[in-house]
Nanobody
Framework: QVQLVESGGGLVQAGGSLRLSCAAS????????VGWHRQAPGKQRELVAF???????NYAVSVKGRFTISRDNAKNTVNLQMNSLKPEDTGVYYC?????????WGQGTQVTVSS
């Protein structure tokens, strides 16, 4: 089990960019996948993007082409570069790290995109 701490959230105008980072307290090398979910007010948490241990990436349709996920196993970090942000990207973004048996979650970081 690792502790995950997100950073990089904030307030940005539509069309702007933010870079989220997730720092793990231990190695993420053996996790099957690491990634990000988000939860908008009044909505269910949804998958944004993940990257596997083999560096295969997957994105939600709504963010494909705008967001890029990356992982640095040496630094135990997972990053999410978010470009061309839209108001509908507003929400709390949660980092997670998953094995076949369990999933660890961070506390979340707020992203607010103004129109």
């Amino acid at each position: 089990q690792v502790q995950l701490v997100e950073s990089g959230g904030g307030l940005v105008q539509a069309g702007g960019s933010l870079r989220l980072s997730c720092a793990a307290s231990g190695s993420i090398f053996n996790y099957n996948a690491v990634g990000w979910h988000r939860q908008a007010p009044g909505k269910q948490r949804e998958l944004v993007a993940f990257i596997t241990s083999g560096s295969v990436t997957n994105y939600a349709v709504s963010v494909k082409g705008r967001f890029t996920i990356s992982r640095d196993n040496a630094k135990n970090t997972v990053n999410l570069q978010m470009n061309s942000l839209k108001p509908e990207d507003t929400g709390v973004y949660y980092c997670y790290a998953m094995t076949l048996r369990s999933t660890d979650w961070g506390q979340g970081t707020q992203v607010t995109v103004s129109s």
